[in-house]
């Protein structure tokens, strides 16, 4: 691998690490807005992300649209 690659590589894991860490602030966000355990909210979070990622185009508005759509599914129109 040349030093170019490399650096693709590690930005990968980057953006990676910072979706993970975007989707689990939403996840925590929702857990205290809904009032529901967090354990119940991620998996319901994952569940609904599971859909919407098979036909994003764009990832970075996936914390906000899968955010709405639990509350949706949860019966609460708060804004987070």
Do not use: W
Not at 37 to 58: N, Q, S, T
Request: hydrophobic share 40%.
């Amino acid at each position: 691998m040349n030093g170019q690659q490399s650096n693709l590589h590690t930005n990968s894991l980057s953006d990676e690490e910072m979706q993970k860490k975007l989707h689990q602030n939403a996840i925590e966000t929702l857990s205290a807005c809904i009032h529901a355990p967090a354990d119940e909210i991620k998996r319901l979070y994952y569940m609904v992300l599971e859909g919407f990622i098979k036909e994003a185009r764009v990832r970075d508005f996936l914390p906000i649209l899968v955010s709405r759509r639990v509350k949706d599914l949860c019966g609460e129109r708060t804004v987070v």
